[in-house]
């Protein structure tokens, strides 16, 4: 649960750990989009997700380095290292922020925000899109469409998926 002194909360959804423990272009730019809304936003908590992918340590862990070394006090940031997946990190951060009322954006990369805003939506939270870097997710115009494709299908599987666990109180 978020304390009553905040007004929204920011989730930001996990990228890939370089094999050196340094954040990927994709999680840096997930957390400068964080960080950017978060300054106009009074009381804001930051919700970093992801557990340990292909290189440790835990996405969450380092999305919340990179904004204390932004200066955002520890107080705020509220890490999520136990999801695996998107629909994985959205339960959790939906149990985590059972009965709170305030807005809920979701940080991600461009081509994600569609599913992460619904996604969130269809776990009973005020969700909103926190306006994603301009940058292009990758120099790779193959990884870029295959993450665009890939998202065609996921939507609908992940918002089935995401209903038959609300409808039976896995959330």
């Given at each position: 649960?978020?304390?009553?002194?905040?007004?929204?909360?920011?989730?930001?959804?996990?990228?890939?750990?370089?094999?050196?423990?340094?954040?990927?272009?994709?999680?840096?730019?997930?957390?400068?989009?964080a960080f950017r809304l978060g300054e106009h936003l009074p009381g804001?908590?930051?919700?970093?997700?992801?557990?340990?992918?292909?290189?440790?340590?835990?996405?969450?862990?380092?999305?919340?380095?990179?904004?204390?070394?932004?200066?955002?006090?520890?107080?705020?940031?509220?890490?999520?290292?136990?999801?695996?997946?998107?629909?994985?990190?959205?339960?959790?951060?939906?149990?985590?922020?059972?009965?709170?009322?305030?807005?809920?954006?979701?940080?991600?990369?461009?081509?994600?925000?569609?599913?992460?805003?619904?996604?969130?939506?269809?776990?009973?939270?005020?969700?909103?899109?926190?306006?994603?870097?301009?940058?292009?997710?990758?120099?790779?115009?193959?990884?870029?469409?295959?993450?665009?494709?890939?998202?065609?299908?996921?939507?609908?599987?992940?918002?089935?998926?995401?209903?038959?666990?609300?409808?039976?109180?896995?959330?």
């Open positions: 649960m978020t304390s009553p002194s905040t007004s929204a909360v920011i989730v930001i959804f996990g990228a890939a750990v370089r094999p050196n423990g340094q954040p990927s272009g994709a999680m840096l730019d997930r957390v400068r989009a804001v908590l930051y919700m970093p997700t992801g557990g340990v992918g292909r290189h440790g340590p835990a996405e969450a862990e380092v999305m919340a380095t990179l904004l204390r070394d932004r200066g955002v006090p520890a107080d705020r940031i509220r890490t999520e290292p136990t999801g695996t997946n998107t629909i994985s990190s959205v339960r959790a951060c939906a149990r985590l922020l059972r009965g709170h009322a305030g807005p809920v954006y979701a940080a991600t990369s461009a081509y994600h925000l569609p599913r992460c805003v619904l996604l969130l939506r269809l776990a009973g939270l005020d969700a909103r899109a926190c306006p994603p870097s301009r940058g292009a997710a990758s120099s790779s115009l193959r990884k870029r469409w295959y993450w665009r494709l890939r998202e065609v299908p996921a939507i609908p599987v992940d918002a089935a998926l995401l209903g038959w666990h609300r409808l039976r109180g896995r959330i």
